[in-house]
């Protein structure tokens, strides 16, 4: 039997409906259609997580990585609180923070989901400061609260579904009560073909939720959300990646500047000073190793 277009495309969305869940992102109200639950993800990327850490270096600058751990902390306590005060209280269940400097010369950082972070050493020469490095790890973890890798995982998903496309989907269309274990082998599937968390590249539109949730995360936890207009100017400087913004996942410099200061009203709402932070992380940054 022959299978036009029009019908492979509807059994597609009839398969992918059948299983999943609706997510709805804190602060943008954006919702998302996610194929895989969280227990799927978490111990997916729990188990890259300690592969990773396994064939890095930590940092043995113990200045920095405390420096690094104390703000990662208290944007997880911010972040966490007002998930618990604002109807997300059953998501911070998925979190187990770690936040971990290494050895990498790289200005880069990156977070996997359930909250473990990591912080490369060639970060914090750009970031100066201890709000600049808030400004960072907000955007990390508002990654891993939008749950944009469970997003990337589920396109990923949806292509595998159309790439198997033939004789057998009607007969996975009428086996959909157990479509989770089908979506446990794709899963699989994924992960041996190489989905990489620490290696993720996010769409676009996700960077551009992450800066502005990020922005917001580092507000509720006390540190002046303007300071990422200065930030992004410094990493923008020190790039070496001079490619269109048409070729890259992530927004341009310049668009990305842009967007902050569309959203920095809405982050200063959220904005608190508080007496703790403090900004002398521009010593322990360049200190020696």
């Known amino acids: 039997m022959k299978i036009t277009g029009t019908l492979l495309i509807a059994a597609i969305a009839l398969l992918c ?29 729990s188990q890259q997580y300690q592969e990773y850490m396994q064939s890095t270096k930590l940092s043995t ?45 790289q200005a880069n ?14 970060m914090l020469p750009v970031t100066q400061d201890e709000t600049s490095l808030a400004i ?28 198997q496309i033939g004789g057998n989907l009607l007969a996975q269309i009428a086996q959909a009560k157990g479509v989770s274990k089908n979506s446990v082998a794709l899963v699989d599937a994924i992960a041996q073909q190489g989905f990489n968390f620490a290696n993720l590249k996010y769409s676009r539109d996700n960077e551009t939720e992450a800066d502005r949730l990020g922005l917001i995360f580092a507000a509720m936890a006390g540190y002046d959300p303007q300071l990422a207009i200065p930030f992004w100017q410094r990493m923008a400087q020190s790039s070496t990646n001079q490619k269109s913004e048409l070729f890259s996942d992530h927004p341009s410099d310049e668009t990305r500047i842009a967007n902050l200061r569309k959203v920095m009203p809405e982050a200063l709402k959220y904005y608190k000073p508080s007496t703790a ?11 020696k190793k």
């Not at 618990?84 to 998925?94: F, R």
Request: charged residues 15%.
């Open 17 to 45: 409906a059948s299983c999943g869940t609706t997510n709805t992102v804190p602060i943008t109200g954006r919702k998302t259609h996610l194929l895989v639950d969280d227990a799927q993800i978490l111990s997916l990327s």
């Open 61 to 105: 600058n113990q200045n920095n990585t405390a420096l690094v751990r104390r703000v990662g902390q208290n944007l997880a306590t911010a972040v966490e609180n007002f998930l618990t005060n604002n109807g997300y209280a059953s998501e911070v269940q998925n979190f187990q923070w770690e936040f971990n400097l290494v050895v990498n010369n």
């Open 109 to 122: 950082a990156f977070c996997m989901p359930g909250g473990k972070i990591v912080v490369y050493e060639g």
């Open 136 to 163: 960072v790890l907000g955007h990390e973890i508002a990654h891993a609260v939008a749950k944009h890798s469970a997003e990337q995982m589920s396109k990923q998903m949806r292509q595998e579904y159309a790439a």
């Open 277 to 287: 932070q403090t900004s002398t992380t521009k010593k322990t940054a360049t200190s």
